[in-house]
């Protein structure tokens, strides 16, 4: 399937600011399953962008603006990609499928989500496939797909909590309730083609991976209740959001600062 | 140096000066407020020590009245009051601290002493007679102690320069502000009543600023207004007048500027300011109004903080 | 069981190093012990030298308390030390060095992975990346205790950011001011230098891209750290900037800090802050004391941090018990100093045995420092002994256990007069780009209570001055 994508984040500030730095993972990189045909990642500030390559093998662009009264970050280009049953091969593993157990502030399981786990993977216990597939269909099940009640600092336990979040909540609770029964999980942004034809979108998508032993690694898109499909352009990926979000910055001065995202993912 | 050290050297400095400012204001209240009523006419000098001390809207939110309990409470102790003397002692403390690699270890022990002396001080025995008077004289003592110890161990350098520049802004501030407060009773050609009156809010303006002696030294004359404001303003030998604040604010600037090969905002207003207070004459500024002069003062002394703290101290 | 002794043996007679303080303490009058001591503690408080201890309301800026008897060593005995000091860190530099980078260790089976993939202070961010001259502690705290005439044991490593070396000089400097007499008659090496040998460590870091005479800086998390004393005192005796994550900030990979002449470049950053907070675009994001950037700098290889980040993973207390074996891989080397035997709880044999023997045992947290969530079975009461129970059957990978070792007793002055009270050393190990130092001394941490084995500050310990001489 070929996705072609625009993904434009502007930032606008009240008084302009003394420094912003900002971290973007907004370059994907191929795997079996994908292949980047044109991609370029823009800033509209005359700033110095170093490439460079985090822990988990994303692509980085780092950049520091000082002064302005806005800020413009573009990632474009066009991904092609084929359907592989949700199994994700050929990326670039930098650790073992162990780490992915790690806990993190974001992604620690609570004993709700502890026992959530345990009592929905029960009858599926010693086929860890089908047992995600059952976690899979909890998650999305029990969960409600509300952007309202959280934000980018949400814990699993929080979201799962209120039963409530978006796709980044519902990927935090998938991952912890699969490592708390042992399965090493990991968050992945990226960006998703609608079924639907609807091309203008709010935000990137999450999803999640999880490690089957013999099978590697598959993908689980809790918001979505479906294993990964070509639909899927896989950009970025690490233990939790915070790893692998698409843009994290920092600012000094320029008071009030208005975010505007403007993404079109379609064919 | 880093930029938050001389913030917090500036900052130390403001503080105890701004504490002997305000142990100086309460000294000289406690001895007008002394005075029998026909001496001390109508005027209540508690009140006026707050509004001296810049404070006189806060003051208010916490007590009713301005006597000599709430005024001595709220300037020396109170620690909703930011700029009590108390709080002027833990926020010099505090801004050495921070910078402690940057003082000596005289300074050190003067600063963290006066602190460790104030912190568990009792207030209630010392809110008025011979306590109180016993308590102000040890604030002043505390405040030459840090400036001689500053003035006899530091280097000449930036870290000595830009502690001075706080204390003679600050210092300006005061004696602009005690000038400000008690204007009124210099102006020759307001009809008061009561010839003593004047003479002792004249010399309680003098003795505010520890100018008694300089000013017999200084004019061989008794107490005339317009000498007391000469004195204050433009003498440049008295080292609290406007003129002489200016003098330092000046050379440490200029120094500044030299060592970094670099001048700015702060550089030019001061300059100004100082040519001003130079060329003018005492009785131009009466002619003009004293109210108006001192206001565009204390305005431009604001300006010249925070082009300081601009150009240096962020 | 008695413990050894440092100053008497057991048949009375005084062991060489003490003689002439033995001899001192003989002749002098009981009231000149009395009058030094609150001398002692006027300097202390003069100076400024205080800590916080955590969990007390009124944290703020207390003192360590200090005793006035020096505890001493031979020459001799440190030269031995040393050499086992040298070793360790050698040893801890190694294993990082693998850790971040081929994992050879993990590969042979020696240690096993998820005790490095599941610990906290592993951080996957410095996983392929290099480090300047491929040192990662540069500045290394180990706590040694003695047991007999001839062996030590390592207690702990620390290898992020150990503290307490402003005490060990402090201490140096009060001693000299209260016992010049006993200054007189006794050779005592010298510590003063140790922000010399530090400074000489520091500058010999430096990434290659900066100038021949690199910048440093100590960066604190602030003063109402319980060790910014410390930071200061040593920046001060640095003659360098003690600088706050604010005083920071990154352009293009490079870090400068604001100065009054406008961005100055630095090149080495001594940082006495924690991982997670050092920049809140890679680690924690509500961080306010670090500074954005300064990880990819860091990567960009711009600037050296002492010391590296992730150097926590080598110093937990499941690790330690693997030191010995790590040494050996590394190093092809037999251990000079011995490791505590360690029951890893997580092992499932090893667990069973703890809680038959828990009375005997000290049980510690795998990732817990400063003596807090500590079991000293010996002297638990028979509640505590259960709730640890109960901690160890609920989360046995979280402790580990170590029999109850009989710490060496120094002479101390305390309530009672002078009397043994055990003691441990925490030597400080400076490792540059051109060699390894170790400044003869360190600190001598010592449980004030009667018979207690807790040396820690913030559990009622205090310290000693500690003389290295020759007899």
């Not at chain 2, 001389?6 to 209240?29: C, G, K």
């Not at chain 2, 104030?118 to 400036?147: H, N, P, Q, T, Y």
């Not at chain 3, 937990?316 to 490791?339: H, Q, T, V, W």
Request: aromatic content about 10%; glycine content about 8%; overall charge negative.
């Amino acid at each position: 399937m070929r996705i072609s994508i625009r993904h434009e984040t502007r930032y606008q500030y009240s008084a302009s600011p003394t420094r912003v730095t900002q971290i973007l993972r907004l370059t994907p990189r191929d795997h079996d399953g994908q292949y980047i045909t044109s991609w370029r990642v823009e800033v509209d500030r005359p700033v110095r962008l170093s490439q460079s390559e985090d822990a988990f093998g994303n692509i980085t662009h780092t950049f520091t603006a000082e002064g302005g009264e806005s800020l413009t970050m573009l990632a474009e280009g066009e991904v092609q990609t084929h359907d592989a049953n949700g199994m994700v091969t050929g990326t670039s593993e930098k650790f073992a499928p162990e780490l992915y157990l790690r806990e993190t502030p974001l992604t620690k399981a609570d004993s709700a989500i502890t026992s959530f786990a345990k009592e929905i993977t029960e009858e599926a216990r010693g086929d860890r496939l089908n047992q995600l597939h059952v976690l899979l269909a909890g998650v999305h099940r029990g969960m409600i797909f509300d952007a309202r009640p959280t934000d980018t600092t949400t814990t699993a336990a929080e979201a799962f909590a209120m039963r409530r979040g978006v796709c980044q909540d519902l990927s935090h609770v998938f991952i912890a309730a699969a490592r708390s029964i042992g399965i090493p999980a990991r968050y992945v942004s990226g960006y998703f083609r609608r079924i639907d034809g609807v091309v203008d979108q709010e935000a990137g998508h999450a999803w999640v991976e999880a490690y089957v032993t013999g099978l590697g690694w598959v993908g689980f898109d809790p918001a979505n209740g479906i294993s990964v499909t070509d639909a899927h352009a896989r950009v970025a990926m690490a233990l939790d959001y915070l790893g692998a979000a698409p843009i994290r910055g920092t600012r000094y001065g320029g008071g009030e600062e208005v975010l505007n995202v403007f993404l079109k993912v379609q064919a | 140096m880093l930029s938050r050290t001389a913030d917090n050297l500036y900052w130390m400095s403001r503080y105890v000066e701004r504490a002997e400012s305000l142990a100086r204001i309460l000294e000289a209240t406690q001895r007008l407020s002394a005075l029998p009523v026909d001496y001390g006419g109508s005027t209540n000098e508690w009140e006026s020590a707050v509004a001296t001390a810049g404070c006189t809207a806060s003051f208010y939110t916490v007590h009713e009245e301005a006597t000599q309990e709430t005024v001595i409470d709220y300037l020396v102790f109170s620690d909703q009051n930011p700029s009590s003397i108390r709080n002027c002692f833990r926020l010099a403390r505090s801004n050495g601290r921070a910078v402690r690699t940057a003082l000596t270890g005289e300074m050190w022990d003067a600063l963290n002493g006066a602190w460790l002396e104030l912190k568990d001080l009792d207030s209630r025995g010392i809110l008025k007679g011979e306590e109180l008077g016993r308590f102000l004289g040890w604030v002043k003592s505390m405040s030459l102690r840090v400036d001689g110890s500053a003035y006899r161990t530091m280097l000449r350098n930036d870290i000595y320069w830009f502690s001075r520049l706080g204390v003679f802004l600050e210092r300006a501030d005061n004696t602009a502000r005690i000038l400000d407060v008690k204007y009124h009773v210099l102006l020759p050609e307001i009809e008061r009543v009561g010839g003593g009156l004047d003479y002792y809010q004249w010399s309680a303006v003098l003795r505010a600023v520890s100018a008694m002696t300089s000013y017999h030294w200084v004019y061989r004359d008794s107490l005339k207004p317009w000498l007391v404001a000469d004195l204050l303003i433009l003498n440049a030998q008295m080292p609290r007048s406007l003129a002489a604040c200016y003098g330092n604010v000046g050379l440490y600037l200029d120094n500044l500027a030299r060592a970094y090969g670099m001048q700015g905002p702060s550089q030019k207003l001061a300059r100004s300011m100082r040519a001003k207070l130079g060329n003018a004459k005492i009785d131009d500024i009466f002619q003009s109004g004293l109210h108006e002069f001192i206001v565009d003062f204390i305005g431009t002394n604001n300006r010249l903080g925070a082009a300081i703290s601009e150009q240096y101290l962020t | 069981m008695a413990a050894f002794d440092e100053m008497t043996n057991a048949d009375g007679s005084i062991r060489p190093a003490y003689a002439p303080l033995a001899e001192w303490l003989r002749t002098a009058p009981p009231d000149l012990l009395t009058y030094r001591r609150q001398e002692a503690e006027l300097l202390f408080r003069r100076i400024g030298v205080t800590f916080a201890v955590y969990g007390e309301k009124e944290a703020q800026e207390r003192i360590i308390p200090f005793d006035i008897i020096p505890r001493i060593m031979t020459t001799k005995e440190w030269r031995g030390l040393t050499q086992g000091l040298e070793q360790r860190v050698k040893a801890l530099n190694a294993f990082l060095k693998d850790i971040y980078g081929r994992q050879e260790i993990l590969k042979a089976g020696i240690v096993p992975p998820d005790l490095i993939y599941l610990n906290p202070a592993f951080r996957p961010e410095m996983a392929g990346k290099s480090v300047p001259h491929d040192l990662y502690v540069q500045i290394a705290g180990i706590d040694v205790v003695r047991v007999d005439a001839d062996t030590f044991y390592v207690l702990e490593d620390n290898a992020r950011t150990p503290s307490g070396v402003s005490y060990m000089m402090e201490n140096r400097e009060v001693m000299i001011r209260l016992f010049p007499e006993l200054f007189g008659q006794n050779r005592v090496a010298p510590v003063e230098n140790y922000t010399d040998e530090l400074l000489a460590t520091l500058t010999s870091i430096a990434p290659n891209s900066a100038s021949s005479d690199p910048t440093v800086v100590l960066m604190t998390p602030g003063q109402f750290n319980s060790a910014y004393y410390e930071h200061s005192f040593l920046a001060d005796k640095l003659g360098i900037e003690l600088v706050e994550g604010s005083d920071l900030f990154v352009k293009d990979e490079v870090v400068y800090m604001r100065t009054t002449k406008g961005p100055q470049r630095v090149d080495v950053i001594y940082r006495r802050i924690d991982d997670e907070f050092l920049d809140p675009l890679v680690f924690r994001p509500d961080s306010t004391i670090g500074v954005p950037g300064l990880m990819s700098a860091y990567h960009a290889g711009n600037v050296t941090l002492a010391n590296a980040v992730g150097t926590g993973v080598a110093d937990d207390k499941a690790i330690y018990s693997y030191m010995p074996d790590i040494l050996r891989f590394y190093l092809g080397e037999e251990p000079i100093l011995k490791n505590v035997p360690t029951w890893r709880c997580r092992e499932p044999e090893a667990l069973s045995y703890v809680l038959d023997h828990l009375p005997e045992l000290v049980v510690k947290e795998v990732h817990g420092s400063g003596g807090y969530g500590m079991l000293v079975g010996p002297h638990a009461s028979k509640q505590e002994l259960e709730t640890f129970r109960k901690k160890l059957q609920q989360d046995p990978e979280g402790f580990i256990a170590q029999p109850t070792l009989a710490l060496s007793t120094c002479p101390t002055f305390v309530e009672s007069g002078i009397a043994p009270r055990h003691v441990d050393l925490r030597p400080f190990v400076l490792c540059g780009a051109d060699g390894v130092r170790i400044i003869p001394g360190g600190l001598t941490r010592v449980a004030l209570k009667d018979g207690s084995l807790v040396v820690n500050s913030s559990q009622g310990g205090g310290t000693k001055d500690t003389w290295v001489m020759d007899v």
